[in-house]
């Protein structure tokens, strides 16, 4: 990876946990919606559906505001939770990041 993508993943990152650690609702139900998936016997998922999951959580079945969250966040939560939950490593397939691509040098 070049130093340049690099940099960029780590700005992408770090924009990614303050957003993560202000709005700390949003992992609760991704764990959960996630367990209910494994819940369901569910090999694999897509980390993907949890998040439109979410979405549809909250503006429809929820009273307040608006849920927004960069489609670009989606893997690092994926990842999160592989690593809090290293028994189900595996269970949302995940590729490379786009700057972890060797044609992203």
Do not use: C
């Amino acid at each position: 990876m070049s130093d340049a993508s690099e940099r960029e993943l780590q700005l992408r990152k770090q924009e990614w946990w303050r957003w993560h650690k202000a709005n700390p609702h949003i992992w609760k139900w991704f764990e959960r919606f996630a367990f209910q998936a494994i819940a369901a016997r569910q090999k694999h998922y897509s980390a993907w559906a949890v998040v439109n999951r979410i979405r549809w959580h909250v503006d429809i079945e929820t009273q307040g505001n608006a849920f927004k969250i960069s489609n670009d966040w989606i893997a690092f939560y994926a990842r999160l939770f592989h690593a809090l939950h290293p028994e189900h490593d595996g269970f949302f397939r995940t590729k490379p990041l786009k700057e972890e691509r060797e044609d992203a040098a």
